[in-house]
């Protein structure tokens, strides 16, 4: 089945230091791929959406500077979050589909610390 | 904007016992839905989904869900849970418009003791 890879899985860094989080589609090409967050013992939190090829739209309340989105090919989509402070400490999943087909596959998630 | 609500946000049962979890949805138009499940560790599973069709959906490990379009809902069930079920729960719609995105409800914890 379609399978999603999502790295690094746990991430500690500085505050002012930026992080990149990897979400590879492994054997199928994803022309949508979604970023969520999930706060502890919360719901996930939709960040961003991002096509292939085209600029990535972010929830309302989201800053894009903040969370820098690129989806350069159908088989991978990076999320940086630059400059983290602490209370970007948090879990973060990626979800990836084919548009129109509404079959979605979720990475193993993120847990990044901002210390 | 849609939004989804997950009416128990933790539910402890014994083995043996029978499950029904609830998610009520805001859209009035036509809808895809969807139960997720995370195990502890684990990234989210889908359990079944909802497109169209028979409102009764039979899902993995024994999870079924009812669509009922006139109480907005799309409630979980499962006659008998096992240990193994304890996880946490989340019903999700995608937008009405065709952006794909799904939202989730607020997720429920399930405990499940032996």
């Known amino acids: 089945g379609a399978v999603v890879s999502q790295h690094p899985s746990r991430v500690i860094c500085k505050s002012g230091t930026s992080v990149k989080i990897e979400c590879r589609s492994l054997?199928?090409?994803?022309?949508?791929m979604f970023w969520y967050r999930q706060f502890p013992k919360q719901s996930l939190m939709l960040m961003a959406t991002?096509?292939?090829?085209?600029?990535?739209?972010?929830e309302q309340g989201v800053e894009k500077d903040k969370f820098l989105i690129n989806h350069a090919s159908l088989t991978l989509s990076t999320l940086t979050v630059t400059s983290a402070h602490p209370e970007d400490s948090s879990f973060y999943i990626c979800?990836?589909?084919?548009?129109?087909?509404?079959?979605?596959?979720f990475g193993s998630g993120t847990r990044l610390t901002v210390v | 904007a849609q939004s989804v609500s997950q009416h128990n946000h933790h539910v402890i049962l014994s083995e043996a016992a029978s499950l029904e979890l609830g998610c009520n949805y805001s859209?009035?138009?036509?809808?895809?839905l969807f139960w997720y499940v995370q195990y502890p560790g684990q990234h989210l599973q889908l359990l079944l989904k909802?497109?169209?069709?028979?409102?009764l959906v039979k899902g993995i490990k024994g999870f079924e869900a009812e669509f009922i379009k006139s109480k907005f809902s799309f409630n979980l069930r499962k006659p008998s849970v096992q240990w193994s079920d304890t996880a946490e729960y989340f019903c999700?719609?995608?937008?009405?418009?065709?952006?794909?995105?799904?939202?989730f409800g607020q997720g429920t914890t399930l405990q499940v003791k032996p």
């Open positions: 979800s990836a589909t084919i548009t129109g087909i509404y079959g979605y596959t």
């Open positions: 909802y497109f169209s069709g028979d409102p």
């Open positions: 859209y009035g138009g036509t809808v895809n």
């Open positions: 054997d199928f090409q994803a022309t949508t």
């Open positions: 991002s096509n292939e090829g085209s600029k990535a739209t972010y």
């Open positions: 999700a719609v995608i937008e009405g418009s065709n952006t794909g995105k799904l939202i």
